[in-house]
């Protein structure tokens, strides 16, 4: 039971690591002065700018990556807004136990991705994309899904382990 809650705070504790990583990565990507050099001159009209920049449209960015892969870095752009939430995906049902269905997860993993979207949208820190959220949350359910077949092999393991 010990090692169970020790195992327990371990991975609350790196979910916790990876949220700040995906926070500093995504939201406060920037060198330190040039993040207070933003802040320093953020007034309101940088609402309107972001609300003229942001993307509303699914599958709009995603299009524009396809159509210019040629010119764009546009794979390590999709395929990094994928990887980067699969880690929430695998880890959230062993940090929340109502995180185990994957409703759940999805609504967790939505919140968490709108949270930095819309942050990105009333700050100059980003820009508001739903593409990304439709994509983070698409890495979440590759995570979900990891996190299954993880559980599946280990009670399969242990099952046949116990047989013998």
């Not at 090692?3 to 990583?21: A, P």
């Not at 995504?26 to 933003?38: C, D, G, H, S, T």
């Not at 940088?46 to 509303?56: Q, R, S």
């Not at 759940?104 to 994309?129: K, P, T, Y």
Request: with cysteine; proline share 2%.
């Amino acid at each position: 039971m010990k090692n169970r809650q020790f195992h327990r705070k371990y991975v609350r504790l790196i979910f916790f690591l990876y949220l700040l990583i995906v926070i500093k990565v995504i939201i406060f990507k920037y060198p330190l002065e040039q993040l207070r050099a933003i802040a320093a001159t953020w007034e309101k009209g940088v609402i309107l700018e972001g609300l003229d920049t942001a993307n509303f449209t699914l599958f709009k960015t995603i299009r524009m990556y396809i159509d210019y892969s040629y010119k764009l870095n546009s794979f390590e752009n999709l395929v990094g807004n994928v990887v980067v939430f699969i880690p929430f995906g695998f880890l959230l049902p062993y940090v929340l136990k109502h995180g185990r269905n994957f409703l759940v997860m999805l609504i967790n993993a939505f919140l968490f991705v709108l949270g930095i979207e819309v942050f990105q949208l009333f700050s100059a820190f980003g820009a508001f994309d739903v593409d990304d959220i439709f994509l983070n949350c698409f890495g979440a359910v590759l995570g979900y899904i990891a996190y299954l077949i993880y559980e599946a092999l280990k009670k399969s393991y242990y099952g046949k382990k116990r047989r013998v």
